[in-house]
């Protein structure tokens, strides 16, 4: 028998086996075809710049992979850090999350050892976007796990196959995934998705062995990025909500208990972690979830021995007495200092003022403001009026796999509400409802069997009987065009907006995405592009001219670039971890030249770097961030520091010759001008980031007495200052400044007025 | 003019003020604001309750210690006292003054308070120290019990306890609804994709118009947006969201063939309407987005 038969009604019979390898063949194809799509997505920043990792934080994971890479594993756990939080330095080993190091020195040491060594640097750059078409796939797997389960959502693999593109290639998530953003978030999102997918699957089985899983992949979130609490809670109330629905069985008990014991125990093993998930209120909800399935357990059978009243009386008597018991026992807890209290971090999820007022250093990041409507269209197009239509479509088989997608569904997209980046969590469950939704809509509109049947018919129909009946099947073939036209237009609007999904995202990412904001990119007047390498630049000349020991004084931002490309010590970086550290060098940022010398003689500041943007128009500068030093330093020091002296009578931020004196005085203001005025010749200075014109005279007489220049990049960018020596017969630098000025000014004030009049002929 | 109701700061009308800046004995801390709605000074109705609040405290201190009145703790509101506020040749309100004991009839103020983003309680009473010379004892807060709020509470709870056992059944009917509860995620889901919570956290103004009159309904950038962009997309999408719904869901169990492939056609081109309208917002917000599917 051949493999593709005619057989006597004239269908064509085909081979099941070939079938299937067809569509094997098919699904791989699809596969690699997504995986390159979003691996090629990601690739922008990588051909327009170069292999560079990007913005902040990636530059100490790679640095902390350096550090394990050269050293053993054991000697990165211990690692103590004596180069940044200058000088407490830092215990990183056991204040990090190791996972992402982890995972690219391991496939380093793989690459090694089949022969083809490979830059540490490369495998860290292109870590993201391997890991993303992993995450594809891990979609496609649990998109297809959910709707599988579900009758009416039983429809082959499109929606499946399309949650896969739709994660592959959705802005949302490559914001964080793009080639170079060597971030926690890279390998993250991937974790987060082959869990919930492990998790709904052992739930569907109720099988120890997926449980185990789940929670081997959890051990792996966990050690990779500090989100995982959003799995802790989302699994618990998954199934405190189960419970609720009145669906309680041992699939829920076994897989919950296995992957709560597994999980927790697992968890503590790493060193950051440590005892929090016994400790933390962040935690109580899956502790207590634990509790109540074994109580729901322990009356499941009181249930099947006793009669109804008796059980119904025990039943009530002992919730309260459980509830009562359990919550006074969590208060006294916390009270005692046994239970951490919420982090604020968390708390600013639910009380959105607590942050504005108690923690200014986490209102100060832009990544914690609230999500406009515009973000979420931006980051996921058309799938964002999709999202309701797939959650709508769970409802309607309400299988324990689809309460999942509603529990993610509405808690996620409560969280991105409230903070821009966690957007990166609702985005996957957008692309499951989305896929879900558009799956549907596919296989009723695409399937055109019907009407090639009634032509069929009608044709041999006609063939065999010529007259009868001829108008009623002239109807049914009207109809059929009819319909054929009707599902036709469905179904092209649809391929239409997914053909404008891809171009909408394909902009996004190499507009907004793809720049490594270390290297900025701007357009020549002729239209050309030009990189503005002044970061690296005045990194590098770091790296060269100052000596190994060198502290470099910057606001905290620029910590981990100084830390990873300039290798100097620093005094604070992204981590944050000390408030005071912070406020401290925000104090000597913002108070007066005076006062800010004994600051950084106390501290050993040898240089200070600043960002300035004024000359170039670079918005991104410590003058705009001027004012959250002055914030966070009010907050420690209210006497010293006040912010409103930093503001106009009129209430306006003003850096010309309108300033406020203590705005005028303030070291961070007479690093960003000194010597401002030398650009513009005899013309008035322009700041092009504020709009603000100085007077030329005024912006010459900007001193500096006690820093003196040491280097300033090319287009101003950075600016570099070097802490004078203490002078040699002790006194003090201010003094010597002015003296000098006092005994130049005769002259200079004498070349000033004889150039006047030549210059306003020339005008 | 120390006798008055000791609970509240005093109040300043036309008739009084006089007899206020007079008096020889006492110093004064003067608030001067206009709670008119016509006016629309944001600022003064926030300052208001915590002024309030500041004041009550002082006294309820001060009658606990039973330490001698230095200090006149009042209110001059610009409806009640336009003489006063004339007098003083102010432009703008709120202010806080201070005067010194005789000083009130300069019209000058000793001190006058900043008024500062964060924390402004704990602000007015160092200003309030620094100027005075008093105990910070004295201003400590002192939270108000408010009894008929906790009776009030209580009886509503009680009530929707009652409520709750009367109509027992009908509640747990109610909560096992699942449109309801489909009803309510879809709601809420669009809700916060709609950027909802942005406007709650920012406090967004609902419109803006323009100095000729005409209203704006979308502010460029990602970093703002009015609270009608809320409201104009939400109802985008709960219309995209019906129309699909309509065509893969509601469509299959439609009998006349005919009718149904009308009602498919037209609810594709409600979607396909409806979302070139959307792109079309978002490039008001979004300036030189390239994109567009018809040019409203």
């Not at chain 1, 951490?340 to 009380?351: Q, V």
């Not at chain 2, 008055?4 to 801390?29: C, G, M, P, T």
């Not at chain 2, 005075?132 to 009886?155: C, G, H």
């Amino acid at each position: 028998m051949s493999i593709v038969n005619v057989d006597s009604e004239g269908y064509l019979r085909v081979d099941s086996t070939l079938l299937r390898l067809i569509k094997l063949l098919l699904i791989t194809s699809i596969f690699i075809s997504i995986s390159f799509a979003a691996i090629s997505s990601r690739l922008f920043s990588v051909i327009r710049f170069e292999s560079i990792i990007h913005e902040f934080d990636p530059w100490f994971n790679f640095r902390a992979t350096k550090y394990l890479v050269n050293n053993s594993f054991y000697e990165f756990l211990n690692w103590f850090d004596d180069k940044t939080w200058y000088p407490l330095g830092r215990v990183t080993g056991g204040t990090l999350y190791p996972g992402l190091m982890v995972t690219s020195s391991i496939i380093f040491r793989i690459f090694e050892f089949i022969g083809m060594p490979i830059d540490i640097r490369n495998i860290c750059v292109l870590l993201a976007p391997a890991f993303s078409s992993l995450t594809s796939l891990a979609m496609y797997l649990l998109t297809l796990e959910i709707t599988s389960s579900s009758k009416n959502l039983k429809n082959k693999k499109t929606a499946a196959l399309l949650s896969a593109i739709f994660m592959g290639i959705t802005p949302g998530y490559i914001s964080r995934s793009v080639a170079g953003s060597y971030d926690n978030e890279a390998i993250a999102i991937t974790l987060l998705m082959v869990t919930f997918y492990l998790w709904v699957k052992s739930i569907h089985l109720g099988s120890i062995f997926y449980a185990c899983l789940t929670s081997i992949f959890y051990f792996y979130m966990v050690s990779a990025w500090g989100g995982y609490v959003f799995i802790t809670n989302i699994i618990p109330l998954h199934v405190f909500i189960l419970l609720l629905m009145g669906r309680f069985d041992y699939k829920i008990y076994t897989s919950y208990t296995t992957w709560y014991s597994l999980g927790t125990l697992m968890s503590m093993q790493i060193p950051f972690v440590g005892f929090l998930p016994i400790r933390s209120n962040d935690h109580m909800a899956s502790f207590g979830v634990f509790g109540l399935l074994q109580l729901v357990l322990f009356a499941n059978y009181l249930k099947d021995t006793l009669n109804p009243l008796k059980f119904k009386k025990i039943m009530l008597a002992f919730s309260l007495l459980i509830t009562i018991i359990g919550l006074s026992s969590l208060i006294l807890a916390t009270k005692f200092g046994l239970i951490a209290p919420w982090t604020g971090r968390f708390y600013s999820l639910w009380d959105t003022n607590y942050a504005k007022i108690h923690i200014p250093i986490i209102a100060s990041v832009s990544e914690h403001q609230p999500t406009p409507w515009s973000s979420f269209f931006f980051d996921l197009n058309f799938m964002i009026w999709l999202f309701p239509v797939g959650v709508y479509f769970c409802f309607q088989d309400l299988t324990n796999e689809s309460v999942f997608i509603i529990v993610y569904s509405v808690l996620g997209s409560y969280f991105a509400g409230v903070m821009v980046r966690l957007m990166l969590t609702l985005a996957p469950v957008v692309c499951v409802c989305a896929s879900i939704s558009l799956g549907r809509l596919f296989d009723i509109y695409l399937d055109f069997k019907d009407t090639l049947k009634i032509w069929y018919e009608s044709e041999s129909e006609t063939a065999t009987k010529e007259t009868k009946e001829v108008d009623d099947d002239d109807e049914d073939v009207k109809d059929s065009i009819f319909t054929l036209l009707s599902k036709l237009t469905v179904v092209l609007t649809f391929i239409y907006y997914l053909y404008f999904y891809v171009q909408h995202c394909t902009w996004v990412t190499s507009n907004a995405y793809s720049s490594p904001s270390v290297v900025l990119a701007s357009k020549n007047p002729d239209g050309s592009q030009l990189l503005i390498d002044d970061y690296r630049e005045a990194y590098y000349w770091l790296r060269m001219n100052t000596k190994e020991d060198a502290k470099i004084m910057a606001w905290w931002d620029y910590g981990y670039q100084i830390g990873g490309m300039a290798d100097r010590t620093t005094f604070v970086d992204n981590n944050t971890w000390n408030n005071t550290h912070i406020a401290t060098v925000g104090k000597a940022m913002s108070v007066n030249e005076n006062k800010s010398e004994i600051i950084m003689r106390q501290l050993g500041v040898d240089y200070v770097l600043v960002i300035f943007g004024g000359l170039i128009g670079y918005s991104g500068d410590d003058i705009n961030k001027f004012l959250w030093m002055v914030r966070i330093s009010e907050g420690i020091w209210p006497e010293d520091v006040n912010e409103r002296s930093y503001f106009t009578d009129k209430g306006e931020y003003r850096i010309d010759d309108m300033a406020t004196s203590t705005m005028k005085e303030s070291l961070m203001y007479k690093m960003s001008y000194y010597k401002f005025a030398d650009a513009y010749g005899t013309s008035d200075p322009i700041d092009r980031v504020r709009q603000q014109r100085m007077s030329s005279k005024y912006a010459h007489s900007i001193t500096l007495d006690t820093l003196e220049e040491a280097f300033t990049s090319e287009n101003w960018i950075v600016r570099i200052y070097k802490l004078k020596d203490l002078d040699n017969f002790g006194r003090d630098l201010i003094s010597i400044g002015e003296n000098e000025r006092k005994n130049l000014s005769k002259r200079n004030k004498r070349m000033i007025s004889r150039k006047k009049p030549n210059l306003d002929l020339r005008v | 003019m120390a006798s008055h109701s000791k609970q509240q700061a005093l109040q300043i009308n036309d008739k009084n003020y006089k007899e206020l800046i007079n008096n020889e004995d006492f110093s004064l801390v003067l608030l001067l604001t206009a709670s008119n709605p016509q006016i629309g000074c944001v600022l003064c109705t926030e300052f208001m309750p915590l002024y309030n609040h500041f004041a009550a405290s002082y006294y309820e201190n001060l009658s606990k210690q039973g330490s001698d009145q230095k200090v006149i703790l009042a209110v001059a509101d610009f409806i009640d006292s336009r003489k006063y506020f004339t007098e003083l040749q102010l432009n703008n309100v709120p202010k806080v003054y201070y005067y010194a004991p005789t000083a009130a009839k300069q019209m000058v103020p000793n001190s006058e308070f900043e008024f500062v983003a964060s924390d402004p309680y704990r602000q007015l009473v160092t200003w309030v120290v620094a100027a005075t010379k008093l105990s910070p004892e004295l201003f400590k807060l002192v939270e108000k019990r408010d009894y008929s709020n906790i009776a009030l509470n209580i009886l509503i709870v009680v009530g929707a306890l009652g409520v709750m056992y009367k109509g027992q059944k009908k509640i747990v009917k109610m909560i096992y609804n699942q449109r309801g509860w489909q009803g309510f995620s879809i709601i809420f889901v669009i809700l916060f994709t709609c950027g909802y919570m942005f406007n709650v956290i920012r406090g967004t103004q609902y419109i803006k118009t323009n100095k000729d009159g005409t209203n704006e309904y979308f502010i460029p950038g990602h970093q703002a947006q009015l609270g009608v962009e809320t409201q104009i997309v939400s109802a985008i999408y709960g219309g995209c969201t019906l129309a699909f719904i309509l065509l893969t869901d509601k469509l299959n169990s439609m009998k006349n063939k005919r009718n149904k492939n009308l009602v498919t056609i037209l609810m594709s081109v409600i979607i396909f309407l409806l979302y070139s309208f959307l792109v079309s917002c978002f490039q008001e917000k979004k300036i030189g987005y390239p994109f567009w599917l018809l040019k409203f």
